[in-house]
């Protein structure tokens, strides 16, 4: 397990999986505003690859999210977009609703940025996120994430056009202890 101050990040579970479904992919505001594309139901016997991990699949690494003392499951976050000749790598994230707002996503993005550049030697790392998302803005910048630019009205959820943010970190640029919690 990748531990950080608050969060552990581990393998998905087949137990997980129920829950996921429930608070996550099946709340249609939160899908739509955090997966980029129109959201569907899934059910229980869905072969969803955001369910089923496919170990062969090497540009993605996922991770379910847990509280160390415990275990207990907060949310999902992965690695995505690999590319190992750019040396770049994309976040991604999402926290089930009652774990939201208590420091465990900049506490998320901090592992991630730890698995990208220590772990696997990338070079940078990319969030893409809708221009108000200022909680998911808020943990990217916490760890030194730059605002690169605005991708104006990329983005369809729910009936109208958003602006989504591009932000990125350098290598050189991450002070692993950002945060102040490590
Ligand atoms: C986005 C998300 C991962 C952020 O994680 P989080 O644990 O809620 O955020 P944190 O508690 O670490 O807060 C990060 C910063 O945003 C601020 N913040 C948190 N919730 C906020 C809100 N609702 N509105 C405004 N600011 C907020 C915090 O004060 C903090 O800022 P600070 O470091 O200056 O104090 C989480 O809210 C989530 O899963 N949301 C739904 C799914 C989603 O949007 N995923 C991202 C898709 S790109």
Redesign the pocket.
């Known amino acids: 397990m990748l531990r950080g101050a608050k969060v552990g990040l581990r393998a998905r579970h087949e137990d997980d999986n129920p829950i996921l479904r429930a608070e ?1 992919y099946n709340d249609v505001a ?1 899908a739509s ?2 997966e980029g594309r129109p959201w569907r139901p899934v059910g229980p016997d869905s072969k969803d690859p955001r369910l089923v991990v496919d170990d062969e699949e090497q540009g993605r690494v996922p991770f379910s999210v847990v509280e160390p003392a415990d275990g207990t499951l907060v ?1 999902i976050a992965a690695l995505w977009g690999i590319d190992n000749h750019n040396r770049t790598a994309h976040i ?6 009652a ?11 901090s592992v991630l940025c730890h698995y990208g550049f220590v772990v696997r030697g990338l070079h940078r790392l990319q ?4 221009s108000d ?7 990217a ?2 760890n030194g994430f730059v605002r690169e630019g605005v991708l104006r009205s990329s983005a369809w959820v729910m009936g109208e056009f958003l602006d989504e943010v591009l932000l990125g970190l350098l290598a050189q640029e991450w002070k692993p202890d950002a ?1 102040g919690e490590e």
């Open positions: 996550l939160n505003r955090a949310g991604g994230l999402g926290l089930l609703p774990s939201r707002g208590k420091g465990y996503g900049t506490d998320v993005v969030i893409e996120t809708l998302n200022f909680a998911m803005l808020g943990a910048e916490r945060t």
